[in-house]
């Protein structure tokens, strides 16, 4: 009976915010007054979820600028702890293209002007490489999964090396963010939230002035490094990625071509 109450609390939620988010997207360039409600809408589904955040690190950075988040990616519910855990930034995802269709999460997403990519069409990749150069002289953050797919064990995947030479050419600094504990609240393949805590550790800001195209492994192997310092032994392994998300990793050819 519980959860039959959450899931309607939840979809009316959905459906109202996400209609509010549409409308006012329309007027909003860079959808900075949308993701307001976007902070709502997660702070909602946590809540109602019985879901708890304990956030470490957010001495590190600073809300006034711009940052490249690279995070590990567990669960679904990645997505609303972000929001709440870096409350203070706007974020946007570099994310398919094909969560667009999904009705009324994908139609919100557009409302608030996340980074889309077209992994079948390369001309559609160099021009979210601009999107997310303009998104991140508007001041507004980037999150970018490295694994470019959620880990069904909880081991980290190998990473990606698009969201480094986007750093790297826009002199952007990285942040490494551990998200432990959610693939536990919500496991692959579920819809249900399961009460319960989710650490989210924020390390450093590093700096990539020192860092080239070239020696973008260095770089990729430092944050890997500090992320997984934060979870648990087992879940340190690194494995090969199932698939190839090259749109949502933004591969190199096409940012060479973007001049990024």
């Not at 969201?163 to 959610?182: D, E, K, R, Y």
């Not at 340190?236 to 096409?254: F, V």
Request: one cysteine or more.
């Amino acid at each position: 009976m519980l959860y039959l109450f959450q899931l309607t609390l939840f979809t009316l939620l959905t459906v109202v915010l996400a209609l509010v988010t549409i409308l006012i997207g329309v007027f909003d360039r860079f959808g900075k007054r949308a993701y307001s409600i976007n902070r709502l809408w997660t702070w909602l589904i946590l809540r109602i979820g019985g879901v708890s955040l304990h956030v470490e690190g957010l001495q590190h950075i600073d809300p006034s600028r711009q940052y490249i988040f690279i995070v590990n990616h567990q669960s679904n519910i990645d997505i609303p702890v972000l929001v709440q855990a870096l409350a203070k930034f706007q974020l946007r995802w570099l994310a398919k293209k094909e969560l667009l269709r999904v009705p009324f999460f994908g139609w919100a997403m557009w409302a608030t002007k996340h980074v889309t990519v077209d992994r079948a069409d390369p001309q559609d990749a160099i021009k979210s490489l601009e999107r997310a150069q303009k998104c991140l002289a508007a001041g507004i953050s980037l999150v970018i999964y490295p694994e470019g797919t959620r880990s069904k064990d909880g081991n980290l995947l190998r990473f990606k090396k698009g969201g480094f030479l986007l750093a790297v050419q826009t002199n952007t600094p990285v942040v490494p963010v551990t998200v432990n504990g959610s693939r536990v609240v919500l496991p692959a393949g579920a819809w249900r939230l399961r009460p319960g805590l989710i650490n989210v550790t924020v390390e450093e800001p590093i700096s990539v002035e020192d860092f080239r195209p070239g020696n973008l492994r260095l770089l990729s192997e430092q944050v890997r490094e500090k992320i997984a310092r934060n979870l648990p032994p087992q879940e340190r392994t690194q494995t090969e990625s199932p698939i190839q998300l090259g749109g949502a990793t933004l591969g190199h050819h096409a940012m060479k071509k973007a001049n990024v």
